[in-house]
C-alpha cells in the first residue's frame, strides 16, 4: 500500500474542496481508510473512517454531516467530500489505510493505521 494524498487548498468559509487518496501500491486485500488532520500545535485527530468491508462508517462529531468518505474501486482511490468548511477545518489532512484486524472495524487512533499518505493542507478563510 502506498498512499498518495491530494487535493488541498485555500478556500472561503462556506465552500468546498474534494480530497484524494490514492493508493499506487499493490494491495490484494481490501483495507479500512480513516482520515486525520493535524491544526499547527494540536495532535493529529481522527476525522472519518471507513471499514475495508466498506460496511461501516464514523465520522468525527466536528464534521459529521459536513464530509463524506467515498471510494472509486477503478482508480483505487477513497476521497473526502468536505462541504460547508469552516476556519477551525483548518489542517494539514493525511490518509491512512489498516490492512490488519476485521475488515469490519474502523479505528479511531493513529497507531492503528500502518500506511500514510504524506498529507495535504487544507486553509479555510474566513
Known amino acids: 500500500v502506498q498512499l498518495q494524498a491530494s487535493g488541498g487548498g485555500l478556500v472561503q468559509a462556506g465552500g468546498s474542496l474534494r480530497l484524494s487518496c490514492a493508493n499506487s501500491?499493490?494491495?490484494?486485500?481490501?483495507?479500512?481508510v480513516a482520515w486525520f488532520r493535524q491544526a499547527p500545535g494540536k495532535e493529529r485527530e481522527f476525522v472519518g473512517g471507513r471499514s475495508a468491508r466498506r460496511d461501516k462508517t464514523y465520522y468525527a462529531d466536528s464534521v459529521k454531516g459536513r464530509f463524506t468518505i467515498s471510494r472509486d474501486n477503478a482508480k483505487n482511490t477513497d476521497y473526502l467530500q468536505m462541504n460547508s468548511l469552516q476556519p477551525e477545518d483548518t489542517a494539514v489532512y493525511y490518509c491512512?489505510?489498516?490492512?490488519?484486524?476485521?475488515?469490519?472495524?474502523?479505528?479511531?487512533?493513529?497507531?492503528?493505521?500502518?500506511?500514510w499518505g504524506q498529507g495535504t493542507q487544507v486553509t479555510v478563510s474566513s
Open positions: 501500491g499493490r494491495s490484494f486485500s481490501p483495507y479500512a
Open positions: 491512512a489505510a489498516n490492512t490488519l484486524g476485521s475488515v469490519h472495524y474502523v479505528g479511531l487512533q493513529t497507531g492503528e493505521y500502518q500506511y
